[in-house]
């Protein structure tokens, strides 16, 4: 299946947005314990400037999140949640009113807020619905893109013992069914995301990154966020910190096998990663 120059739209604010370009996706944690210090940013001063930076470096949409979600975090009530996202949003909108941005949240409430109140153009989901049970009614009333993850348990269970039988289909399966149940809530825009770092061992995720391409056969564009996550830095016996050569390197495999989101912290080097393979993607047949 040709993954890679089939034509893929999304609607946000009442434009087509079309992924067969690959889009960057820039990384904003409004949260005190997010796995990466580089990507936390407390006070209002930070994150306008780490907005200007990642719209001047060639973001396409913004992804905001209030609570942190990596293995073993502490839980966030909603309330301190639509705290934390009314204080960012309101900055971001407030400085980039014409900026696209996605929030990160499993909650329909703080979803409808989101999108109703701060003008937010997508919603990102680490549970596609299975947390909050209301979740996908919200999205088909909202009407916006919606990324669909792929995460085994939860975010304090996900990492005592994955297990699967075959993790590349089981995830298709999963989709599938997501999907399915998606579509008779009449929600149009999906997006899919395999779930790199949740609920996965490290040979979980390597073997979704190397078979990417299977999720071709859902037909809908792909999301993955590699960005200095553990599968990077520990094989290499490093930390977050030292993980962007290895996300560079990810990134450009997944682009190479279909991706059309890359979900990063580093949006200057996906940028140019996307520029590269691009130019991979665009060779004459037989040419070099």
Do not use: C, W
């Not at 005190?32 to 907005?51: K, L, Q």
């Amino acid at each position: 299946m040709d993954v890679f120059f089939k034509k893929r739209t999304i609607l946000i604010h009442g434009v087509l947005y079309d992924l067969s370009e690959p889009r960057v996706m820039g990384i904003l944690n409004y949260t005190p314990d997010s796995f990466y210090d580089g990507s936390r940013y407390p006070d209002s001063a930070s994150v306008i400037d780490r907005v200007e930076k990642m719209i001047e470096d060639g973001a396409d949409f913004i992804d905001v999140g209030a609570v942190s979600t990596r293995p073993g975090a502490s839980q966030v009530s909603e309330k301190e949640e639509i705290s934390r996202l009314a204080g960012v949003l309101g900055i971001i909108r407030s400085g980039f009113p014409d900026v696209i941005i996605s929030v990160d949240t499993f909650r329909s409430e703080v979803a409808k807020i989101a999108v109703k109140e701060f003008g937010a153009g997508m919603i990102n989901d680490i549970s596609s619905g299975s947390i909050d049970n209301k979740m996908l009614e919200t999205i088909s009333e909202l009407q916006v893109p919606y990324v669909a993850m792929h995460m085994q348990g939860t975010p304090q269970t996900m990492q005592e013992n994955p297990e699967y039988g075959d993790v590349v289909n089981d995830v298709i399966r999963f989709f599938a069914e997501r999907v399915s149940m998606m579509r008779q809530y009449g929600i149009n825009d999906v997006i899919i995301d395999p779930g790199f770092g949740f609920g996965k061992t490290l040979e979980h995720n390597y073997t979704l990154a190397g078979r990417l391409e299977e999720f071709g056969m859902l037909d809908l564009p792909v999301l993955v966020g590699f960005s200095r996550k553990s599968m990077i830095y520990k094989p290499l016996g490093a930390g977050p910190e030292e993980a962007l050569a290895g996300t560079v390197a990810l990134n450009a495999v997944a682009l190479i096998k279909g991706a059309n989101i890359l979900r990063v912290h580093d949006v200057s080097e996906a940028r140019d990663t996307i520029r590269v393979v691009s130019r991979l993607r665009n060779l004459p047949a037989g040419k070099s």
